[in-house]
Structure formats: structure tokens, C-alpha cells
């Protein structure tokens, strides 16, 4: 009974999201970015998930070998979809995994019925509802995860990130970005200081996010290999706060937190205002690799055959 309680209690202390909300707020999204095709078909339905999506996969590119079976986690998942057909020559085979049915069902609406990719040849896309948490995609059956914003708002990061390691076949890629923890630094600021002017107090306005310091952590705890970890500060200029709001909601970037405060009162948000100035996105990359026998690995502790003093003493007879 103890056990039971202190499991029950453990998984208390993990719940920081609301899924639910995460997924209405999935929902909404999918809603605003297709009214914005609609008003501008000749762009992408958002600009920022469109360039976020463009760099992610420039990693992607840089890579030189074929990814003929790839998952693609929720966020910017019509973005790196799209781009995938239009860009690449080896892909088969594509599985969309959301949360939001009604993510599911634009993205597809947006890639259409047959889709192909860029040579020509046609390309199978499933279009599945599911939990980050709990993915529901077999062990070992593809070649690249790719996750452009959608693992930020899960509950079991490390869980998560290790459920799509297990999807991968061995030497399969995992790429992802994330919001880290200084995105729209200068929004905390400017809603703490007002706060603590009106209210006397600060609450959590924006999200718990990761911080670059966590990354290498994650990828190893998902066990895996050749990690990698960089970080991109993307700066968007808005007419007023709540034209940040207004595009936060169209990407599905609103707190979702089970902590969070229901509304914010009128003096301090006209507070907030008047300090808010600039911002500023921080977007973390990871990317690891799936272990397999062909990578290169570090040797054993020890098995040096030329010490750190020899190699000096030969640099200095050169000088």
C-alpha cells in the first residue's frame, strides 16, 4: 500500500502539462494555420514553424545517406512534412504522429491525397493519433525520428525521447528541436516585474522549458549515441503582446501548464505591456544516433600507447 502511494505520488511530481489542454490547444492551432492558408495560399501557414522546420532539416541534408522510413513528432509536423517531399529523393514511407486528430486531418488536407515526393515517386504517409508519451509506433521499424517543437510539452521528457529511440532501426537518426528555457525571456521579465508591482506576488506565465545544459543529459538517458547539441536564437517582431498571443495560439505554444494562473488582470497586463520590448526565441537542437557496431566509439580508459608529455615534447621540437 506504502508503494502504491509513493508511485501515485512520484507520478504527481512528474505531471507539469496538461495534456488535455495541450491537445485543445493542438486543436486551435490546426483551426488558425488553416484559416491563414486559406487567406494566403502562396505561403506557408506559418512562417516561423515554416523556417524552424528549414533548420532543423538543413541537419538533416548535411547528412549523406538515404532515410527511407521516417516518424515525424507532432509541432511543426505539416512544415517538416512538406518540406520532406519537396526536398528529398529517398524517403518511402511517412508516419505523422499528433496528438490532435484535428492536426492530423490539415496536415493531410495540405499534403493532399497522393503525395510524392519531389522526383515524382509517390510516398506512403500514415497520419496517426497518438501520445509522445506512449508512441505508438513498432520497435525497430524506422530509419529517422524527426521532432521539430513537439516534445516540449510532454510530461516524461526522458521517457519520451527513449520511446522514439526504440522506434529507430540500429544506426537510426533522432533529430529534434525544442523552445529552451530563455525563449520569450523578456515576457517572464516583463509579467514578473508587474506582478510583483500589482499583485505582490509572480506566477508561472510561460512554460517550463529545457535549458541547454539538459540536452546531453537527455540524449544520453534515451540511450542514444554521437550526441550532439546547439542552440539558435530566433528573434519576431510583433506590432503589440497581443500579436505574440495571437501567433503563440496559432502554433499551439500557449501554457498548458497545470499550474498555470487562469487569466492575467488587467493592470498588469497593461503593465507587462509597457516593459515588454523585444522577442526572442531559443531553439535547442539534439540530435543522437541509435547505437550501432559501424560507429566510432571512445577507447577504453587506459589503452593511450603516447602520453599527453610526449605529444608536448614532440609539438615543442617542431616549433
Not at 512544415?79 to 493531410?108: G, W
Not at 508591482?197 to 537527455?218: F, M, T
Not at 503563440?248 to 497593461?270: D, K, S
Request: contains cysteine; hydrophobic residues 40%.
Amino acid at each position: 500500500m506504502l508503494k502504491d502511494k509513493a508511485l501515485a505520488a512520484q507520478v504527481r511530481a512528474m505531471m507539469v502539462f496538461d495534456r488535455d489542454l495541450v491537445r485543445a490547444h493542438r486543436d486551435r492551432a490546426a483551426f488558425l494555420q488553416q484559416r491563414a492558408l486559406k487567406a494566403r495560399p502562396e505561403h506557408a501557414p506559418d512562417d516561423l514553424l515554416d523556417e524552424l522546420a528549414r533548420r532543423l532539416l538543413d541537419r538533416l541534408f548535411d547528412i549523406k545517406r538515404d532515410f527511407k522510413r521516417i516518424v515525424v513528432l507532432g509541432g511543426a509536423n505539416e512544415a517538416i512534412t512538406r518540406r520532406l517531399l519537396a526536398e528529398r529523393d529517398d524517403i518511402e514511407k511517412i508516419v505523422v504522429v499528433d496528438l490532435s486528430q484535428d492536426m492530423l486531418d490539415f496536415v493531410e488536407s495540405v499534403i493532399g491525397a497522393e503525395p510524392k515526393r519531389r522526383d515524382g515517386t509517390p510516398v506512403e504517409i500514415s497520419y496517426v493519433q497518438g501520445d509522445e508519451e506512449n508512441l505508438p509506433i513498432q520497435m525497430n521499424s524506422v530509419d529517422a525520428v524527426i521532432s521539430c517543437l513537439g516534445l516540449h510539452w510532454v510530461n516524461d521528457l526522458p521517457g519520451a525521447m527513449s520511446s522514439a529511440a526504440a522506434t529507430l532501426v540500429p544506426d537510426g537518426l533522432f533529430l529534434s528541436s525544442i523552445f529552451g528555457g530563455n525563449t520569450l525571456q523578456e515576457l517572464r521579465v516583463a509579467c514578473a516585474l508587474a506582478e510583483t508591482e500589482h499583485e505582490g506576488g509572480v506566477s508561472a506565465r510561460v512554460s517550463p522549458l529545457a535549458h541547454v545544459r539538459d540536452c546531453g543529459s537527455l540524449l544520453g538517458r534515451a540511450n542514444l549515441s554521437l550526441p550532439a547539441v546547439d542552440v539558435d536564437i530566433v528573434t519576431m517582431g510583433y506590432g503589440s503582446p497581443e500579436k505574440l498571443v495571437e501567433h503563440l495560439r496559432a502554433m499551439g505554444e500557449t501554457n498548458a501548464g497545470l499550474m498555470r494562473r487562469p487569466f492575467l488582470p488587467r493592470e498588469t497586463a497593461v503593465a507587462a505591456r509597457t516593459l515588454y520590448v523585444e522577442k526572442s526565441f531559443e531553439v535547442l537542437y539534439m540530435t543522437g544516433w541509435r547505437s550501432h557496431e559501424s560507429q566510432q566509439s571512445a577507447k577504453q580508459r587506459g589503452s593511450a600507447t603516447v602520453s599527453l608529455a610526449d605529444l608536448q615534447k614532440h609539438l615543442d621540437g617542431e616549433k
